[in-house]
């Protein structure tokens, strides 16, 4: 035997029956919270910003960058020729 309910209700009348808490005022402070977090950070995304933060590594990041581009390309010509 097969028995088949559907139920039609909004979300919160699904929560109140089921006596689940009611979690929006919660959620809104979250997503506030969130906002307020994210506009205080949103200069750090800004190009000048970022420029600046990688600038300040210098040349030293540029060097490591070759380097680890060189050795893959050199690990990946060996694998070719077998040496």
């Not at 139920?7 to 959620?27: I, K, Q, S, W, Y």
């Not at 977090?37 to 190009?47: E, K, L, Q, S, T």
């Not at 680890?68 to 690990?75: D, K, N, P, Y």
Request: proline fraction near 4%; charged fraction near 25%.
């Amino acid at each position: 035997m097969k028995v088949s309910v559907e139920v039609d209700c909004t979300p919160e009348e699904a929560r109140t029956f089921l006596g689940l808490p009611d979690v929006r005022a919660l959620n809104e402070h979250m997503v506030a919270e969130m906002k307020k977090r994210m506009d205080a950070n949103i200069a750090m995304a800004a190009p000048e910003e970022l420029m600046k933060t990688w600038m300040a590594f210098g040349g030293q990041a540029q060097e490591q960058f070759m380097k680890l581009m060189t050795a893959a390309t050199g690990a990946s010509l060996r694998g070719k020729t077998g040496g």
